[in-house]
Antibody, heavy 119, light 111 residues
Framework: QVQLVQSGAEVKKPGASVKVSCKAS????????ISWVRQAPGQGLEWMGW????????NYAQKLQGRVTMTTDTSTSTAYMELRSLRSDDTAVYYC????????????WGQGTLVTVSS | QSVLTQPPSASGTPGQRVTISCSGS????????VYWYQQLPGTAPKLLIY???QRPSGVPDRFSGSKSGTSASLAISGLRSEDEADYYC????????????FGGGTKLTVL
């Protein structure tokens, strides 16, 4: 079955960087893209951006431009999201989700990765 | 402040029909598909409705979606206790360089 498995929880200090992985299985990785969505504690969902696993094209949320980088490794069917210059308000659960094309629906979602930013 | 507007809460008794609204603008709902996601407590979101009114396989036909102009709604009929969850609408927004926008979420309580 189609599955996305994310890396484990992280604790980072303000100013540091974090890189979250998302390993895909059960489908042809390069036929889809991956979107990243985050959810701060007790809050709603926030779209962070999208990457095509076919050609590496990206589209980032304007709010995160310059701090976020999304990449893929097609040899391992794994997507990565790196967020730099972390602040306390970056504390959130980060989700990856499969998406056919930019603007399409997210299905399925990874289990989520909690990133805590604290001094 | 979410781009799409949802009521923060909704409730109903078992067997009832409830609807959750999602209001947007011409740059998002007015010109693009609407999607709905269900998030059970402590879990990742799950796709409920795609392309305004399509149900993925495995989603009960108790769930239905509709769209009119710049608004959309999710209806749940025959409410069950396991439907208690947060529900989010989403759509592509054409403004600026484009982005996916979400509603703030609606917490559904089954009384």
């Amino acid at each position: 079955q189609v599955q996305l498995v994310q890396s484990g929880a992280e604790v980072k200090k303000p100013g540091a960087s974090v890189k979250v992985s998302c390993k895909a299985s059960g489908y042809t990785f390069t036929s889809y893209g991956i979107s990243w969505v985050r959810q701060a504690p007790g809050q709603g969902l926030e779209w962070m951006g999208w990457i095509s696993a076919y050609n590496g094209n990206t589209n980032y949320a304007q709010k995160l431009q310059g701090r976020v980088t999304m990449t893929t490794d097609t040899s391992t069917s794994t997507a990565y999201m790196e967020l730099r210059s972390l602040r306390s308000d970056d504390t959130a659960v980060y989700y990856c989700a499969r998406v056919k094309e930019l603007g399409d629906w997210f299905d399925p979602w990874g289990q989520g990765t909690l990133v805590t930013v604290s001094s | 402040q979410s781009v799409l507007t949802q009521p923060p809460s909704a409730s109903g008794t078992p067997g009832q029909r409830v609807t959750i609204s999602c209001s947007g603008s011409s740059s998002n709902i007015g010109s693009n598909y609407v999607y709905w996601y269900q998030q059970l407590p402590g879990t990742a979101p799950k796709l409920l409705i795609y392309r305004n009114n399509q149900r993925p396989s495995g989603v009960p036909d108790r769930f239905s979606g509709s769209k009119s102009g710049t608004s959309a709604s999710l209806a749940i009929s025959g409410l069950r206790s396991e439907d208690e969850a947060d529900y989010y609408c989403a759509a592509w927004d054409d403004s600026l360089s484009g982005s996916v926008v979400f509603g703030g979420g609606t917490k559904l309580t089954v009384l």
